[in-house]
């Protein structure tokens, strides 16, 4: 009995890096920007959107990043870097509000691999603003109905 112990527990440790390695590592960042008075929204992002309407004056982002490799601290090293800062700019003459994320276009090669990284957007913006999707190719009114 005490034999069949020591085997079981000894294949468990040596199975416990394996499933390890099969995790994902995940982190939501957020940013708020303030609208400004203005009348459209640009969302400069690529990959998945989701609009919520709210009734304050600023747009909240959660932006979700995950990556399949598992690892916690590359992840947390990238948001330290800015890699998943957002940048609002103001574009007076069409009374706009452009927001992008620019580090997300660069390439990142972890050990001579290229990160594969999932990242989607919450987005929640204030009732009554119209918002545009280029990306998306998209032209939407985010009204309360």
């Known amino acids: ?19 390890v390695q099969g995790q994902t590592a995940g982190k939501t960042f957020t ?3 303030n609208t400004d008075s203005k009348g459209i929204i640009r969302l400069d992002l690529v990959n998945a959107i989701d609009l ?16 399949p490799s598992g690892n916690n601290n590359v992840l947390n090293e990238l948001g330290n870097v800015g890699r998943y800062n957002l940048v609002a700019k103001s574009v007076d003459s069409e009374d706009m509000l452009v927001i992008s994320a620019p580090n997300l276009q660069k390439q990142i090669r972890i050990k001579g691999e290229e990160l594969k ?21 998209v032209l939407a009114d985010a009204k309360n109905k």
């Open 117 to 137: 990284e999932t990242v989607s957007y919450v987005v929640f913006v204030p009732k009554n603003l119209k918002i545009e999707l280029p990306n998306a190719s």
């Open 1 to 19: 009995m005490r034999t069949r112990t020591v085997l079981l527990s000894l294949v468990c440790l040596f199975a416990f890096p394996f499933f």
């Open 31 to 33: 940013k708020s920007f």
């Open 52 to 67: 919520k309407v709210w009734d304050n004056p600023s747009i909240r982002i959660e932006i979700s990043v995950s990556l």
